[in-house]
């Protein structure tokens, strides 16, 4: 009879044990099967960097553009504002020129590709911007010359992945670390973090090829303008620079404009 | 006794060819060394006062904080009253406004384009105004190479290496490209009135010399400098009462709490010149300790050879009697006369080279090439008074000691034994 309760007991134990395994194996199934729909959703749904930032290129670089913006240096000892206008062919071609205050007004600097001109009413010359020069602040900001130069086609010279997302100010974004492909850049590796709606950029980190963090950038107030979504407000912090950054806010921009040609060549800078 | 002793030793040749000449030896070679670092170190630590230092500097906290930066967006503001106030208080003290900068220098074509350009290190100091003027004190007139010194605003003077980098001479025209104290562009037209030569590497590959004023209007420094240089009234750095000074400066203007606050640092804070300063002292020191252990050894050894051929002399002497303390210290006062002999013989010609040295230099430039300390590439050497005494220290030492090891034995001889050792 003892023997009998005792096979009972040890069969409900059995079955309660084949149950119980039976819901645990159901359960590891269903979550195993939400991650693999997960990781094939969401390789579905990330684009390659490629991609975003061909989207990017397309949402923000116009034939041309015409600028006027406004410089807030806040440098250890004083603030300044520095205003200026500018017109630009893509990434390869730009003309500034300097609107105050009076010390400045006047000063004039065209890129042409890889070269930099820069012209003083004071002086009434106009000298080219080369060597150490160029690792030079502008007017004193966050901004190198150098900075000024890069070339905005990322991909010629960074191998780009996707390697996560992250919410910046209620607005989901790609992050995208770059690496330099070759030694010569000025940045070895990026850090990029990509609105997803709007594919625009909204914060980006500069780095030496040692990892050291150098530059920061944050770009804010986004608004349509013309059909693109655009930053009129961007934040440049130089890492290794003492002071609270700079901050470089679009007062008005306009697409696609006439631009006479004599802007862009060195006749223009004494004009 | 010393006339007895002297005729001992000039008869026996012996006893004191050998211990003179190591002695003479030795002693010119410490004379010559500490006149040599006295010289050059002297020469580094003048260098840098006269350029860089001063004997004493006033700058910002922030700028102390950051010495290596060269921009001027750490420079002082508030100067005239500043100087004012320093005239006032520290009256003893020679007061100079000096602003230093980097930047480019542009040489223009025929169409004012871009020719040539180079990177420079600017000094804008007092040469117009005949108060305070560093024209003496930086040795420019002497190191004018071609041209004049600047006599009006917008003139400038460059290193004669740096001329012939850009292809300029007298009278061509450059714009100077740096920041401003703002770290604005500043651009700024000059006209090459002369070109330079320091002798030192860091200054004549590409010092540019401008006026103070000019200096201020172009980096947008009104009533503001990077600098303000003190020199002591005997016109030698004094590291006791320069710390004096600034301390007590220190005590009344400088605030912890504001970077931009000044603070009266001395010579010996700045670019390692501490460091120098201790190594010059320590540095002779340890040359006098080496030298007085090793010619203590070699005369020690000259010693026991000299004790082994006199061995049967001081014998007889032991044996007829003679006290061996007496012997020990009679072969000691010998010592002495061979010393001081040695020591005057080896300072002589340590000062005759020391002299040529001193007058003559040795030019170092080449092996200077990309030195970045301020100092002269001519190495001088220099003669103080201690160079006539610093060879005698080590000279008697030495060979009072080596004597005194040497002499040991005297007391090991057994007086019982010393007629059988005699006969044989």
């Known amino acids: 009879m003892t023997q009998i309760t005792q096979m009972n007991t040890n069969k409900k134990y059995l079955w309660r044990y084949?149950?119980?395994?039976?819901?645990?194996?159901?359960?590891?199934?269903?979550?195993?099967?939400?991650?693999?729909?997960?990781?094939?959703?969401?390789?579905?749904?990330?684009?390659?960097?490629?991609?975003?930032?061909?989207?990017?290129?397309?949402?923000?670089?116009?034939?041309?553009?015409?600028?006027?913006?406004?410089?807030?240096?806040?440098?250890?000892?004083?603030?300044?504002?520095?205003?200026?206008?500018?017109?630009?062919?893509?990434?390869?071609?730009?003309?500034?020129?300097?609107?105050?205050?009076?010390?400045?007004?006047?000063?004039?600097?065209?890129?042409?590709?890889?070269?930099?001109?820069?012209?003083?009413?004071?002086?009434?010359?106009?000298?080219?911007?080369?060597?150490?020069?160029?690792?030079?602040?502008?007017?004193?900001?966050?901004?190198?010359?150098?900075?000024?130069?890069e070339s905005s086609d990322l991909t010629d010279s960074y191998d780009a992945k996707v390697i996560g997302s992250e919410e910046i100010d209620g607005k989901q974004c790609w992050i995208i670390n770059l690496v330099g492909k070759?030694?010569?850049?000025?940045?070895?590796?990026?850090?990029?973090?990509?609105?997803?709606?709007?594919?625009?950029?909204?914060?980006?980190?500069?780095?030496?090829?040692?990892?050291?963090?150098?530059?920061?950038?944050e770009l804010k107030n986004i608004v349509n303008i013309d059909g693109r979504w655009y930053p009129t407000k961007m934040i440049f912090k130089d890492v290794l620079k003492n002071g609270e950054g700079t901050e470089f806010v679009i007062d008005e921009i306009k697409f696609d404009q006439n631009i006479p040609k004599y802007k862009f060549s060195k006749a223009g800078l004494k004009r | 006794?010393?006339?007895?002793?002297?005729?001992?030793?000039?008869?026996?040749?012996?006893?004191?060819?050998?211990?003179?000449?190591?002695?003479?030896?030795?002693?010119?070679?410490?004379?010559?060394?500490?006149?040599?670092?006295?010289?050059?170190?002297?020469?580094?630590?003048?260098?840098?006062?006269?350029?860089?230092?001063?004997?004493?500097?006033v700058i910002t906290k922030a700028k102390y904080d950051n010495s290596q930066q060269m921009a001027n967006d750490l420079a002082i503001v508030g100067t005239n009253k500043l100087t004012e106030n320093l005239d006032e208080e520290f009256p003893e003290i020679t007061w100079i406004k000096r602003i230093r900068f980097a930047g480019l220098l542009d040489i223009p074509d025929e169409n004012g384009e871009t020719k040539t350009q180079g990177p420079v290190i600017g000094w804008g100091v007092n040469m117009l105004s005949k108060k305070n003027s560093d024209i003496e004190r930086m040795n420019i007139r002497k190191s004018l190479q071609d041209g004049k010194l600047p006599t009006k605003r917008g003139e400038i003077l460059i290193s004669d290496e740096l001329a012939?980098?850009?292809?300029?001479?007298?009278?061509?025209?450059?714009?100077?490209?740096?920041?401003?104290?703002?770290?604005?562009?500043?651009?700024?037209?000059?006209?090459?009135?002369?070109?330079?030569?320091?002798?030192?590497?860091?200054?004549?590959?590409?010092?540019?010399i401008v006026d103070f004023n000019d200096a201020q209007t172009a980096l947008n420094m009104e009533n503001a400098t990077s600098e303000i240089l003190g020199y002591l009234p005997s016109g030698d750095y004094d590291n006791?009462?320069?710390?004096?000074?600034?301390?007590?400066f220190n005590k009344k203007y400088s605030n912890s709490e504001d970077e931009f606050s000044p603070i009266m640092i001395t010579l010996s804070e700045q670019n390692g010149l501490d460091a120098m300063l201790e190594y010059v002292s320590s540095f002779i020191g340890i040359i006098i300790f080496v030298f007085v252990l090793a010619m203590s050894?070699?005369?020690?050894?000259?010693?026991?050879?000299?004790?082994?051929?006199?061995?049967?002399?001081?014998?007889l002497r032991l044996a007829i009697g003679e006290n061996k303390g007496t012997v020990y210290r009679r072969m000691i006062y010998?010592?002495?006369?061979?010393?001081?002999?040695?020591?005057?013989?080896?300072?002589?010609?340590?000062?005759?080279?020391?002299?040529?040295?001193?007058?003559?230099?040795?030019?170092?430039?080449?092996?200077?090439?990309?030195?970045?300390?301020?100092?002269?590439?001519?190495?001088?050497?220099?003669?103080?008074?201690?160079?006539?005494f610093i060879g005698f220290i080590p000279g008697l030492f030495s060979t009072i000691v080596g004597t005194m090891l040497a002499g040991i034995g005297i007391y090991k001889r057994e007086t019982a034994q010393l007629f059988r050792e005699l006969d044989v």
């Open chain 2, 297 to 315: 050894i070699v005369l020690w050894n000259t010693g026991l050879i000299g004790g082994l051929r006199r061995y049967g002399e001081v014998g």
């Open chain 2, 1 to 57: 006794m010393i006339k007895f002793l002297l005729k001992g030793l000039i008869r026996d040749r012996h006893r004191s060819l050998f211990p003179i000449l190591s002695i003479s030896i030795g002693v010119t070679l410490t004379v010559l060394l500490q006149s040599w670092i006295t010289g050059y170190l002297g020469d580094i630590i003048d260098y840098n006062a006269r350029f860089s230092t001063g004997h004493v500097k």
């Open chain 2, 240 to 248: 006791e009462i320069a710390h004096n000074y600034a301390d007590r």
């Open chain 1, 18 to 149: 084949c149950i119980i395994n039976k819901k645990k194996d159901n359960k590891m199934k269903k979550v195993l099967t939400i991650i693999l729909l997960t990781i094939v959703m969401l390789n579905g749904q990330t684009p390659s960097a490629e991609t975003i930032l061909k989207k990017i290129d397309e949402n923000m670089i116009s034939k041309n553009q015409i600028m006027t913006s406004s410089m807030i240096i806040h440098g250890r000892r004083v603030s300044r504002t520095i205003r200026s206008k500018s017109w630009s062919i893509g990434d390869t071609k730009n003309f500034t020129e300097y609107l105050s205050p009076a010390r400045e007004k006047g000063t004039k600097m065209l890129k042409l590709d890889d070269k930099l001109w820069i012209y003083t009413p004071s002086t009434d010359r106009i000298i080219k911007i080369s060597g150490h020069m160029l690792r030079q602040s502008v007017m004193g900001s966050d901004l190198s010359y150098e900075d000024m130069m």
């Open chain 1, 182 to 217: 070759t030694d010569d850049l000025v940045y070895h590796q990026r850090k990029i973090w990509v609105d997803m709606k709007l594919y625009v950029p909204l914060r980006e980190e500069l780095f030496a090829k040692s990892g050291k963090l150098l530059k920061r950038m």
């Open chain 2, 164 to 208: 012939e980098k850009l292809k300029v001479g007298v009278g061509d025209d450059a714009t100077f490209l740096g920041s401003t104290m703002y770290g604005s562009m500043a651009m700024q037209n000059f006209v090459i009135s002369g070109t330079v030569h320091f002798g030192s590497m860091v200054l004549d590959k590409g010092a540019i």
């Open chain 2, 334 to 388: 010998e010592s002495v006369l061979i010393g001081i002999f040695g020591s005057l013989i080896g300072t002589m010609i340590g000062l005759g080279f020391a002299y040529l040295l001193q007058t003559k230099g040795i030019d170092l430039s080449s092996m200077m090439q990309n030195n970045s300390m301020m100092m002269p590439t001519v190495v001088k050497a220099k003669i103080t008074s201690t160079t006539f």
